[in-house]
């Protein structure tokens, strides 16, 4: 008969008031449910807590917080897709656009109704921001506490591995099998400002595992009764690809290694692992033992090596695809000579690197002869984080 019909489970009677005086004053009803829901945001201190409330109080929505890229932060994915949205901006701590509230509806809606969806979405939008600000400032209070933590731990090399009196460690394990990571960016960006966004991406993927600012980076590592370095590596690579940081990442891995002084030994793996790495790119992550010897290069002067290296490299670096033709290098050299290795490690067509060798060739560089290779490799590997960007930018080049 395409009439409207629903069940209640408790007084029917409560139910049918109800029913009456929203029919009667549909205006009266929507401003009693903005004020419910405002009532709701201030008891609520997260971004997943106050989507929640929109979630189940308003009927017929559901409610996302996006990215302006369309990255899901909080709520449900089907708002995102939904065909008829209401959507307000929401401002970061700093006053800028930092992301979209969406409420996604099941029907077009009325402008009436519409206009009501907005208005609770408003009344989201300075709790979600007070949210973000006190998640932030505990991100910032929570990275140093375990930098202070880690440093207590590791800082004294020929000790023993424990806990000190009035240490606080946050849920770490130290007995067990371990596997440390350590992860870097450019050395270009390193800084203590960095530290909350990189905490705040890797506990959204990883909330059960601890990460510290150590050094130049940030540490962590998995304790698990047969774990081992490739299982490790294999899952930081995956979930790298899914974190949202404000910065590029790449990481070293150590061998595996029992107990608390095991984990210090590790984590040092680790680090002089993410050294050599960082010169490989955004996400690429090595362990310890794939890197074998070039893990030292880890250790190595930047900042000197490469104001050496573009002396030295000054004629290769002058031809207009230079930079290009610097990274090829390094994939030969890395590659022991072999263009074809090389290729597939680019992602290009032999064809292509062989090429890019004439042209290197063409520029006086020599990287068959004994005396010169471990020099050019060096060179290579001193410029490659500044090159990076443009190798992503120009791999396709011919």
Do not use: K
Request: aromatic share 4%; glycine share 10%.
């Amino acid at each position: 008969m395409r009439l409207p019909v629903f069940a209640v489970g408790e007084d029917p009677a409560a139910y049918a008031l109800e029913l009456a005086a929203v029919v009667a004053s549909p205006e009266a009803a929507r401003a009693r449910l903005a004020a419910r829901c405002a009532e709701l945001f201030a008891e609520r201190s997260s971004p997943r807590g106050i989507l929640g409330v929109i979630n189940a109080e308003v009927p017929g929505v559901t409610a996302a917080l996006l990215l302006p890229d369309g990255h899901l932060l909080a709520g449900q994915s089907a708002a995102a897709r939904a065909e008829h949205q209401v959507r307000v901006e929401v401002p970061g701590p700093d006053g800028r656009r930092w992301a979209d509230l969406v409420a996604g509806l099941a029907a077009p809606p009325a402008p009436a109704w519409a206009e009501s969806v907005r208005l609770i979405l408003r009344l989201a939008r300075a709790p979600l921001t007070t949210s973000v600000a006190r998640e932030r400032v505990s991100a910032v209070y929570g990275a140093e506490q375990a930098r202070a933590a880690l440093t207590a731990l590791f800082a004294r090399p020929g000790h023993a591995v424990e806990a000190e009196p009035g240490v606080d460690l946050p849920g770490w394990r130290l007995e067990g099998r371990h596997v440390a990571v350590f992860l870097r960016t450019d050395p270009a960006l390193e800084g203590a400002g960095l530290s909350p966004g990189v905490v705040s991406a890797w506990q959204e993927v990883l909330p059960d595992l601890p990460l510290a600012p150590w050094q130049d980076g940030w540490a962590s590592w998995w304790t698990e009764p047969e774990i081992e370095s490739g299982q490790v590596a294999a899952a930081l690579r995956r979930h790298l690809a899914r974190m949202r940081v404000p910065v590029p990442l790449s990481a070293g891995v150590g061998r595996a290694a029992e107990g608390g002084e095991g984990l210090r030994a590790s984590l040092e793996q680790a680090v002089l692992a993410a050294g050599a790495t960082v010169r490989l790119g955004h996400g690429e992550v090595r362990t310890f033992d794939e890197l074998g010897y070039r893990a030292l290069l880890g250790t190595l002067g930047q900042a000197e090596l490469a104001a050496s290296a573009r002396l030295v490299l000054a004629d290769l670096l002058a031809a207009p695809d230079g930079p290009v033709l610097v990274v090829t290098l390094a994939a030969v050299l890395d590659c022991g000579g072999s263009t074809g290795r090389a290729a597939a490690r680019l992602g290009l067509h032999r064809n292509t690197v062989l090429g890019r060798v004439e042209r290197i060739r063409a520029r006086g560089v020599d990287f068959d002869h004994p005396d010169q290779r471990l020099a050019l490799h060096l060179a290579c590997y001193a410029l490659l984080p500044e090159l990076q960007n443009g190798q992503q930018a120009t791999t396709q080049q011919p």
